[in-house]
């Protein structure tokens, strides 16, 4: 069974500071998500992630994979009140893990909370 | 291009009721998922469809818990009766194809009483 294991949960961070949210998964696999979620919204898509080395960014946020330590990242560079939300980490299995596509295992979510 | 539209948007009910939520995905867009969402968990997938046909419900609880997508496009979750843990926000998404990148609705928060 695939776990997936955000760290940390949660994440108090200054403004202006650098942090990075980690993601790791226990099942071989060759594509990941990132998504972010308001209070009370649903989820929007950040990065996807589809092969091992993969590297994106947007804004001040960037996404990693390295499929083969099972672990990606999201940098956040010189954070700002508006990166404030629950990120999350999706994890699709596909023919490398030996299932179909499109069946996402989700972590736990880190809450974000950007202080001035 | 339109979103995916979920309804309703909230819904209370007491334990042992049913009900029932609609979903119309991305024009255009051939699979089809509901998921759940339990107040501060990661959503969780209940079913994935292709067109008209069930991929994937491995994770649905079938004795309470049903959906269909009759024509391929619009598709419905249905649960009865409800139980307490039930209470959660029901995500439907929509993808190109099974390996493209899913787009979520905006939900429906369902609280049982």
């Known amino acids: 069974e695939l776990k997936v294991e955000q760290n940390p949960l949660f994440l108090s961070m200054q403004e202006g500071k650098n942090y990075t949210i980690y993601c790791n998964y226990s099942?071989?696999?060759?594509?990941l998500y990132w998504y972010r979620q308001d209070p009370g919204k649903s989820l929007e898509s950040l990065f996807v992630?589809?092969?091992?080395?993969a590297v994106k960014q947007e804004g001040r946020l960037m996404a990693s994979l390295d499929t083969k330590a099972r672990l990606s990242t999201l940098h956040i560079t010189a954070a700002v009140h508006d990166l404030s939300a629950t990120y999350f980490c999706?994890?699709?299995?596909?023919?490398?893990?030996?299932?179909?596509?499109?069946?996402?295992?989700f972590g736990q979510g880190t809450i974000l909370t950007v202080h001035p | 291009e339109a979103g995916v539209a979920q309804s309703p948007r909230y819904k209370i009910i007491e334990k042992r009721q049913s009900v029932a939520f609609w979903c119309n995905p991305i024009?255009?867009?051939?699979?089809l998922y509901w998921y759940q969402q339990i107040l501060g968990q990661g959503p969780k997938l209940l079913i994935q469809f292709q067109n008209n046909g069930v991929v994937d419900d491995s994770q649905l609880p079938k004795d309470r818990f049903s959906a269909e997508r009759l024509k391929g496009v619009d598709s419905t979750l249905k649960i009865q009766p409800a139980k307490l843990e039930d209470s959660a926000v029901y995500l439907c998404?929509?993808?190109?194809?099974?390996?493209?990148?899913?787009?979520f609705g905006p939900g429906t928060r369902l609280t049982v009483l």
């Open positions: 099942t071989t696999s060759d594509r």
């Open positions: 992630l589809l092969s091992n080395g």
């Open positions: 998404a929509s993808s190109r194809g099974a390996e493209s990148e899913q787009f």
């Open positions: 024009s255009g867009h051939a699979t």
């Open positions: 999706a994890v699709d299995m596909g023919w490398a893990g030996g299932t179909s596509y499109g069946k996402l295992t």
